[in-house]
């Protein structure tokens, strides 16, 4: 397979799509991201990586963090976790408070913000630091010391936060959240404001595909954790179309808003696709369109 001339192939394909969507724009820096990028990476277990397009520019990974603090709280406890949150798909949307308060403030999923909020605050119980075990963490698979927060995202997801604060606070009303609300909306939001470009992410995802061992061969979970993560990644990964997206790309996969997605072929690599426009489910309109004719083209759905 020669992958760089299918990836090349692939962002050409693509540039029609590039324009249709929308940048999101809930907060000033995410808003002022240009249109018009598209990047694409392919990371191999055997340890090479290819890309395309703007695959080395750093974007906001916002809610593809999920996976790491998913991926570590399970590391760290097992199924315990599973006792704080469900793993079903939501059908409604990622903040919906709605639906918190008719669950009784267990989350549906560690993917929807209330759920990652209950995440984070098992992850800071954990660790004492859960921001710093994630960038650690992903410094460390993706091989990059620099990866990092960037500040002024962080601010505005603070300024602009009060519907993941409400969850926050009615999670801990049903005390499901065990650190003080404020320290664990500060965590989430340096968190959401990580940046990293598809190289990167697609390197930092690897040990979904190398059913869970490390970067530097460690093993991380086991073998069934790795099937886990992957599974409530294809159920619940991409808002409210995992069944969409499920049916046109047919891997395990998460979105986050600032248009990146990462997506597991297990035993053989891991993808990051980004393109900063968004369909009106939240997911990059290019990257989804790219995913779809990787599988497609090469036949490797997990279908
Ligand atoms: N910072 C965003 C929020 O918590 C993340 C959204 C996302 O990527 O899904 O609202």
């Known amino acids: 397979m020669n992958y760089q001339q299918l990836l090349d192939e692939i962002a050409s394909e693509v540039r029609p799509f590039l324009g249709q969507g929308k940048v999101a724009d809930y907060i000033p820096a995410l808003a002022r991201v240009p249109g018009g990028q598209f990047g694409m990476a392919l990371a191999t277990v055997e340890g090479e990586v290819f890309g395309t397009g703007d695959w080395q520019t750093p974007f906001s990974v916002q809610s593809v963090t999920k996976v790491f603090t998913l991926a570590l709280v399970l590391a760290a406890e097992g199924d315990a976790l599973w006792r704080r949150v469900g793993r079903e798909p939501s059908g409604n ?50 091989g990059s010391a620099g990866i990092d927060a960037d500040p002024e995202v962080a601010r505005s997801e603070r300024e602009h936060g009060h519907r ?43 040990f979904l595909a190398r059913h869970g061992l490390r970067a530097d061969g460690r093993r991380f979970f086991s073998r069934s954790e790795a099937k886990r993560m992957n599974a409530v990644m294809l159920t619940c990964g991409t808002y409210d179309a995992a069944g969409d997206f499920a049916y046109r790309v047919g891997l395990p996969g998460k979105s986050g808003v600032g248009g990146g997605i990462v997506a597991v072929i297990p035993g053989r690599c891991a993808l990051c696709v980004w393109g900063p426009e968004l369909d009106r489910s939240g997911n990059s309109v290019a990257g989804v369109e790219a995913l779809d004719r990787f599988t497609t083209r090469t036949g490797w759905s997990v279908f």
Do not use: W
């Open 93 to 142: 949307p990622f903040n919906s408070l709605v639906q918190l308060e008719y669950e009784k403030g267990i989350p549906r999923n560690p993917f929807i913000n209330a759920g990652a909020l209950v995440v984070t605050d098992r992850l800071l119980t954990q660790t004492g630091d859960a921001f710093g075990a994630l960038r650690d963490f992903l410094r460390a698979e993706a």
């Open 164 to 206: 993941n604060a409400a969850l926050a606070h009615f999670l801990a009303s049903c005390r499901n959240l065990e650190n003080d609300v404020d320290v664990v909306l500060d965590h989430y939001f340096r968190q959401c404001a990580l940046r990293m470009h598809c190289g990167e992410l697609a390197r930092a995802t690897l």
